[in-house]
T-cell receptor, first 115, second 115 residues
Framework: GAGVSQTPSNKVTEKGKYVELRCDPI?????LYWYRQSLGQGPEFLIY????????DSGLPNDRFFAVRPEGSVSTLKIQRTERGDSAMYLC?????????????FGPGTRLTVL | AQKITQTQPGMFVQEKEAVTLDCTYD???????LFWYKQPSSGEMIFLIY??????QNATEGRYSLNFQKARKSANLVISASQLGDSAMYFC????????????FGTGTQLKVEL
């Protein structure tokens, strides 16, 4: 079956612009996660959705970052007034949202570059 | 709060040999899970193996096994019979029950398999 997909694969923008990153999870997965990975680092948690609601947004760095998942499937990560420090790989993952292993399946990521 | 430490930024191993990638963790939560992910140069995160904190036996999955030492808070990944395709970045991650469903990742170990 289809895995997690993310669009665009690459996004180049200018400082101060607004960007939207899209994530399409695996069908049937109720949980969706956004992570940010800087060069040479491990992914860092941003936000987690269970269904349509944000169950944990403690990783969002500031109020320029916002994410939605209005119908419980596709999610959009929105970044306002982008800064050069926002440049990173943004990874989306999905899972069934249960107990135990509840493996998170990752998408290929969106590489964001802020000039 | 959870913390994952991977102290080996880079490792080399000869093809067909076994290699151990180190991971130590810190959490006050008695219920947690430990994960290993592989990230090839293409960027996607691939789940390898999982160990639950209450599991009595070390996890194994094909050529991957997890050397879980709970008292030492270590969860080292052992790859047996290394192959050239094992060359990648390897991340250890933790999910603690009290920390929600998010994964906390280490900084990773770059493994290079040589002929």
């Amino acid at each position: 079956g289809a895995g997690v997909s993310q669009t665009p694969s690459n996004k180049v923008t200018e400082k101060g612009k607004y960007v939207e990153l899209r994530c399409d999870p695996i069908s049937g997965h109720t949980a969706l996660y956004w992570y940010r990975q800087s060069l040479g680092q491990g992914p860092e948690f941003l936000i987690y959705f269970q269904g349509t609601g944000a169950a944990d947004d403690s990783g969002l760095p500031n109020d320029r970052f916002f994410a939605v998942r209005p119908e419980g499937s596709v999610s959009t990560l929105k970044i306002q007034r982008t800064e050069r420090g926002d440049s990173a790989m943004y990874l989306c993952a999905s899972s069934f949202g249960g107990q135990g292993v509840d493996e998170q399946f990752f998408g290929p990521g969106t590489r964001l570059t802020v000039l | 709060a959870q913390k994952i430490t991977q102290t080996q930024p880079g490792m080399f191993v000869q093809e067909k040999e076994a290699v151990t990638l180190d991971c130590t963790y810190d959490t006050s939560d008695p219920s947690y899970g430990l994960f290993w992910y592989k990230q090839p140069s293409s960027g996607e995160m691939i789940f390898l193996i999982y160990q639950g904190s209450y599991d009595q036996q070390n996890a194994t999955e094909g050529r991957y096994s997890l050397n879980f030492q709970k008292a030492r808070k270590s969860a080292n990944l052992v790859i047996s019979a290394s192959q050239l395709g094992d060359s990648a970045m390897y991340f250890c991650a933790m999910r603690a029950k009290g920390g929600g469903n998010k994964l906390t990742f280490g900084t990773g170990t770059q493994l290079k398999v040589e002929l």
